[in-house]
């Protein structure tokens, strides 16, 4: 049984940090590349960043970059998005996703698994 689980969201300030983490179970996680990302009301889904299935290459959209850091532990079966310096614009549920291979991109299309989602609220 494949399931991802997404948990570590909630709300912060503004500048501060979050760590999210997507558990696999029923799969081996280093078989395939993930992405994370991320849906606000009335917004399109966004990639946010994705990696490939032993780290060596990695993505993030521009509206991250030098703020979110993609990690996995394939050992664990698990992946991590931590969130530096979050802005209100952040505020999103955000979804990690898997497809089977060894990388893939932004573009939510591409992936075949979805977890459930954790809501991230960036306010004061």
């Known amino acids: 049984h494949l399931q991802l689980v997404e948990s570590g969201g909630g709300l912060v300030q503004p500048g501060g940090s979050l760590r999210l983490s997507c558990a696999a179970s029923?799969?081996?996680?280093?078989?395939?590349?993930i992405g994370w990302f991320r849906q606000a009301p009335g917004k399109e889904r966004e990639g946010v960043s994705c990696?490939?299935?032993?780290?060596?290459?990695?993505k993030y959209a521009d509206s991250v970059k030098g703020r979110f850091t993609i990690s996995r532990d394939n050992a664990k079966n698990t992946a991590y998005l931590q969130m530096n310096s979050l802005k209100r614009e952040d505020t999103a549920r955000y979804y990690c996703?898997?497809?089977?291979?060894?990388?893939?991109?932004?573009?939510?299309?591409?992936?075949?698994?979805w977890g459930q989602g954790t809501q991230v609220t960036v306010a004061s």
């Open positions: 996703a898997i497809v089977r291979g060894y990388y893939s991109g932004l573009d939510f299309w591409d992936y075949e698994y």
């Open positions: 029923g799969f081996t996680l280093g078989d395939y590349a």
């Open positions: 990696i490939s299935s032993v780290g060596e290459i990695i």
